[in-house]
């Protein structure tokens, strides 16, 4: 069965840096383009950023660029995502997903596996 498994969440102060990992199984990963969404309470769940299948292209929301770096590992079936200059409002439960197709990676509908969320909270 597929399976997507998010770690490295957790509380962090404003300005410092975490990062999450998403090991994928029951899948061939490298046919799958991987993303990062996020969701606050009371807010509908947003694209964070996103990778190719071969890692060579990725996708940042506006509100992460600069801060946020996504990578993959197709010989680990894991993607990562390095996020520095945390900000409280970058507090939020963090779910990975994959994807078969690679066209409006920002809707969520497109994606066909979801991993259960890490949180990340950030305190000022």
């Known amino acids: 069965q597929v399976q997507l498994v998010e770690s490295g969440g957790g509380l962090v102060q404003a300005g410092r840096s975490l990062t999450l990992s998403c090991a994928a199984s029951?899948?061939?990963?490298?046919?799958?383009?991987m993303g990062w969404f996020r969701q606050a309470p009371g807010k509908e769940r947003e694209f964070v950023v996103g990778?190719?299948?071969?890692?060579?292209?990725?996708f940042h929301a506006d509100s992460v660029k600069g801060r946020f770096t996504i990578s993959r590992d197709n010989a680990k079936n894991t993607v990562y995502l390095q996020m520095n200059s945390l900000k409280p409002e970058d507090t939020a439960a963090y779910y990975c997903?994959?994807?078969?197709?690679?066209?409006?990676?920002?809707?969520?509908?497109?994606?066909?596996?979801w991993g259960q969320g890490t949180q990340v909270t950030v305190s000022s």
């Open positions: 997903a994959a994807a078969l197709g690679f066209n409006n990676y920002r809707n969520s509908a497109m994606y066909n596996y």
């Open positions: 029951g899948i061939t990963f490298s046919r799958y383009f």
């Open positions: 990778i190719a299948q071969s890692g060579g292209s990725t």
